[in-house]
């Protein structure tokens, strides 16, 4: 089931919808809200707000160490991955992260490193 959930999101990006419902991911992945909810928690020791809010962060982070979107602002590349402010990109990204967007790209830049991990 984890397995089919990533690719739920994975296949046509959801969790780059800002409105995503667990009931959503939860037909796109065949199975029920509960299997799902269960599964996270379970096995990824975490529930669908956080679930998604990870593959959030590490969407932008592949995209602000990604060159060709350097034209786009931070804020836009939190848009493009489902934040629905630019304060809800910086909070989620510092909480999980330890630092900001900002920072991270910045230290991308200046060391050249392009992986996002």
């Known amino acids: 089931l984890r397995g089919r959930i990533d690719e739920a999101l994975s296949r046509d990006r959801l969790f780059a919808r800002p409105d995503l419902t667990l009931a959503q991911l939860a037909a796109a992945a065949g199975a029920t809200p509960h299997q799902v909810s269960e599964a996270l928690n379970r096995f990824g020791g975490f529930g669908f ?3 998604v809010m990870r593959r959030r ?3 932008v982070k592949a995209q602000l160490v990604d060159p060709a979107s350097d ?3 931070i804020e836009g590349i939190g848009a493009s991955a489902g934040f629905r402010s630019r304060s809800a990109l910086y ?3 510092r909480r999980l992260e330890g630092t900001t967007p900002t920072a991270f790209r ?3 830049r200046a060391t050249g490193r392009s992986s996002p991990s």
């Open 57 to 59: 962060v590490d969407d």
């Open 71 to 73: 034209r786009y602002t």
């Open 106 to 108: 910045a230290d991308r």
């Open 49 to 51: 707000r956080d679930f």
């Open 91 to 93: 909070d989620a990204f």
